[in-house]
């Protein structure tokens, strides 16, 4: 069988845990042949154990059975939280494999558009994985090149942008965005040891974006109203979110983050339908930018 094909098996099984939480493997087989485009025929036990262990290997899912109903599930849904890289694989996949089965609707399936810079992710990737340097060529936008050594922490996705998050030669942690920044990226021989105490994801726990600036800690309330709290409700802004107070006309929010450019801007998104009611100075702050702004009109 074409691995292409197997894929789409695996990401298909895994969705429709996910859709109908738990199934039998009768039902799961019934689902199986009535789907043209993955089965056909019926799924065998021994080709369901195959593809289960499969998909545990390749994304970490547990496919499990209540032994009191025989029913299949989903064992440690944890892991496709939406800023797992599980998450993130599962989803690749699943949108390139409806890409690839629509190519007749190419011209009704409407992309954002990514920046360069893709193509240096495998050489960073293969370097972190052994801890090899990498020699960079870098040119922020309006200022001169220059070349340097890194030793390659972590990479994050924000905004269709990649990111690499590096320790450079003056003993600073600094991120390189991966687009036309970028000009060179070749692995060196040498080598350097990953801190076993650092943990990219705390560095940036308490930020929002990509913009890690020591800006203070601050407990964050907002008001929303119209559609934004529904929004906010479906795609929290940050880990810390919680909503406190709910009534007919708004909803209030709150965080405890550190409130970047990043954060700030992500909240004027919301134009008149979010009003920062603490702390006072980031208030202040929003305010003075939209006064900035209209007198731009």
């Known amino acids: 069988m074409k691995p292409a094909r197997i894929f789409r098996q695996y990401i298909w099984l895994v969705n ?75 989803s690749t996949m699943t949108v390139n494999t409806a890409l690839s089965d629509s190519a007749s609707l190419k011209d009704r399936i409407i992309l954002e558009s990514v920046p360069a810079g893709e193509e240096f992710l495998q050489t ?9 340097r990498l020699r960079m060529g870098y040119q922020k936008f309006g200022t001169d090149g220059y070349t ?32 036309d920044r970028m000009t060179m990226l070749e692995e ?27 800006t203070p800690l601050a407990h964050v309330v907002i008001r929303t109203s119209n559609w934004v709290p529904d929004y906010l409700r479906t795609l929290p802004l940050h880990h810390s979110q919680r909503e406190v107070a709910h009534t007919s006309d708004y909803t209030d929010f709150e965080f405890d983050i550190r409130p970047t450019n ?8 919301y134009g008149e339908s979010l009003e920062v009611l603490e702390p006072a100075d980031l208030r202040l702050k929003i305010r003075q930018k939209h006064v900035e702004s209209l007198k731009k009109y």
């Open 16 to 90: 429709t845990l996910r859709q109908y939480k738990q199934l039998t493997l009768e039902e799961i087989s019934e689902l199986w042949v009535n789907n043209k485009e993955i089965g056909g025929s019926p799924l065998t036990r021994a080709s369901f154990y195959r593809h289960k262990e499969a998909i545990h290997n390749m994304f970490g899912i547990r496919i499990e059975c209540n032994l009191q109903t025989y029913k299949y599930f989903i064992a440690n849904p944890e892991v496709l939280d939406n800023n797992s890289i599980e998450r993130w694989m599962l």
């Open 124 to 132: 960073i990737i293969q370097a972190m994985r052994s801890n090899h």
């Open 148 to 179: 340097k050594t890194v030793c390659p922490y972590a990479v994050k996705r924000w905004e269709q942008r990649w990111y690499m998050l590096a320790l450079n030669d003056e003993n600073n942690i600094r991120k390189y965005a991966l687009d």
């Open 188 to 214: 060196t021989d040498e080598t350097f040891e990953m801190p076993a105490d650092f943990s990219p994801e705390a560095y940036f726990s308490e930020y929002y974006g990509i913009t890690t600036d020591g």
């Open 262 to 269: 990043d954060f700030i801007n992500k909240l004027m998104f």
